[in-house]
């Protein structure tokens, strides 16, 4: 991102969430983090609790985990944006890619920040 390659930040950070969630909640599964079927159970998971989200049921708003999947679907739509070219019906104006380019950044840092820290 501080070298202006958007594109290139938001699909490492894609995939990288995918990476942390394979190494947080799928350990047996963190020792084969590059393999397709291991990444796709983690992308599974993300997906199944982002859309519980986004459907509004009331499982989701009591998910421990659901400032992940808050970033999981935020993180998704920049990257079809993005990965689309503007090809939608309203996509967002560079300003506004690069605004929530940089928000998200902060929100995986907090995240990954907020993991560390042991309970009270």
């Known amino acids: 991102l501080e070298k202006g390659l958007v594109l290139q930040a938001v699909t490492l950070a894609r995939e990288w969430l995918v990476s942390w969630e394979l190494a947080r909640y799928l350990p047996e599964r963190s020792d084969r983090w590059t393999s397709r079927e291991a990444r ?20 989701a708003t009591q998910l421990a985990d659901r400032e992940l999947y808050e970033l999981w679907n935020q993180l998704a739509d920049l990257r079809n944006d993005l ?33 560390d820290r042991s309970p009270d």
């Open 40 to 59: 796709e159970e983690a992308e599974g998971k993300l997906n199944k609790g982002a859309q519980a989200l986004k459907d509004g049921s009331s499982v």
């Open 83 to 115: 990965a689309h070219g503007g090809m939608r019906e309203s996509p967002r104006r560079t300003e506004r890619v690069l605004f929530q380019v940089k928000q998200l950044v902060s929100r995986l840092r907090a995240l990954v920040e907020g993991s």
